[in-house]
């Protein structure tokens, strides 16, 4: 009997951490709306992102596995300009995917003419994912933007004040308005392990780079591991 009970016990501690993990990335998107992003960029931005998530193969990489991912997306400009746009959403069929992609793409513009502080866009999503789903495997932010931080903490101070041990954060830089935003992105944005920045030349190129990004960010982590 005892070890008929041992055996139980056991089998329900390696079973319960399992079972109970059911999302594997809790994934933010954080979009640029300051003032260097004119209204046709800004449409370019939104309506990139609706193509990106309809994308067969990013649902692909969304679906792959029985664990899901939830998605969030806000905006960001000047210091205290962040706006949620999408909270927290988990997607694990085709048509959570489809409300999702409506919602988006009837978006608004939340704020122009403001400066760029993307220091305060971190802080805001380090807050955002303390809000994430609990069973959320690993944690991305993924910020998109045309400039450098000229408002506010940068990074730097952001990253030495704030917990950033969970969240990966990825860039995709949008060139065409500032020389050297890919450097920027790569040099002062980009953190944690395997993080990494998608270069878009102009806003003309932002769909299909998000998509590219999306592919990449979904394929890392695939039933709580790290695939090769």
Known sequence: MKAAALALA???????????QTCRLALALALDVSSSVDAREYALQRDGIVYALGDPQVQDALFAGPEHVALAVFEWSGAAEQVLVLDWT?????????????????????????????????????????SAPKDCLFHTLDVSGDGRSNEGADPGRVYALLGW?????????VGGELEGVDAYYRDELIRGPGAFIEIADNYDDFAETMRRKLIRELGVQVLGRLDP
């Open 10 to 20: 056991l089998g329900g501690l390696l079973a319960g951490p399992a079972g109970a």
């Open 90 to 130: 988990r997607l694990r069929t085709p048509a959570d995917l489809d409300r999702v992609r409506a919602r988006l793409g009837g978006v608004a513009r939340t704020h122009s003419e403001l400066p760029t502080a993307l220091g305060e866009a971190l802080v805001y999503a380090a807050f955002l994912f303390r």
């Open 165 to 173: 041990d969970r969240i990966t954060v990825n860039g995709l830089a």
